[in-house]
């Protein structure tokens, strides 16, 4: 059994009480992993995210802000507002 599947069966098990603590849980582990994402990248880094309509969008890290990373694409079309977390490095 998956560690997500372990994590449902428990979900599912739980009473009204324990939800905030849940919450609580979920909303730390995705700032943890923004961080780590976002301490990975610099200014001018080459990065690409999937965005509206499954369209994969490759561009230059031009700012790196507390909650997002603003990207600049390379067909030099409007820069993007990214969470960290959603980049992935592409080799230049």
Do not use: C, H, Y
């Amino acid at each position: 059994m998956s560690n997500l599947e372990i994590a449902m069966q428990a979900i599912r098990s739980m009473e009204l009480d324990d939800l905030p603590a849940l919450l609580q849980a979920v909303k730390s582990r995705r700032e943890l992993l923004s961080n780590i994402a976002k301490n990975g990248l610099a200014i001018g880094d080459m990065v690409s995210f999937i965005a509206r309509r499954n369209v994969v969008v490759v561009g230059r890290v031009t700012k790196i802000n507390v909650k997002n990373v603003i990207v600049r694409p390379n067909d030099g079309s409007q820069s993007w507002n990214v969470l960290a977390a959603l980049l992935k490095p592409v080799q230049s």
